[in-house]
């Protein structure tokens, strides 16, 4: 669908590449077995990507987060814009969103890099909070970029569905 993804549809799913993406590191990541949670954001391809990826043989939590929603949110890239709370629970039972708002939240104005910034330090909040060690981040390119090396620039850009390791 090209750009036109981004204004016309709102959280789409994930597309076939991404499936296949998912289920070639779900048996080539060795490490996938020590992780000790799970966090993922609440749009649908990450979902999608997470249950393929982890499937049945994680035996730890899986958590959904705001904070872990692709940059940016609001304005008119309503791809990037969840889906209600029911939904998401309806149809992924093995992840836990009682941290979700239970509205969603989309502003007319476009999210700023000073925002995305507050989210990754809100995610850095949850992850001290936390006593596990070796948690897995399933977010977005942007999200993750910046996360890891403070900037979005393209000559940076991610792969998709590669482990990254982040030390907090």
């Known amino acids: 669908m090209g750009e036109k993804a981004y204004t016309l549809y709102q959280d789409m799913p994930l597309v076939h590449k991404g499936y296949s993406q998912a289920d070639n590191l779900s048996k080539t990541w060795n490490e996938i077995n020590d992780i ?29 987060l705001e904070c872990l929603k692709e940059f940016p949110q609001g304005g008119t890239e309503i791809v990037n814009k969840r889906k209600s709370k029911h939904i998401l629970k309806k149809n992924a039972r093995c992840i ?42 399933l977010s977005h390119t942007s999200f993750l970029q910046m996360l890891l090396y403070n900037n979005l620039s393209k000559e940076n850009e991610l792969e998709h569905c590669k482990p990254y390791l982040l030390r907090l």
């Open 96 to 137: 836990n969103f009682s941290l979700l708002d239970n509205n969603i939240i989309w502003n007319d104005h476009r999210e700023n890099i000073d925002s995305l910034r507050n989210r990754i330090n809100d995610l850095k909040k949850f992850i001290n909070s936390r006593h596990e060690k070796n948690i897995a981040i």
């Open 36 to 64: 000790d949670l799970v966090l993922v954001s609440p749009l649908i391809r990450t979902i999608e990507t997470c249950k393929t990826l982890f499937g049945s043989r994680l035996n730890t939590d899986i958590i959904s």
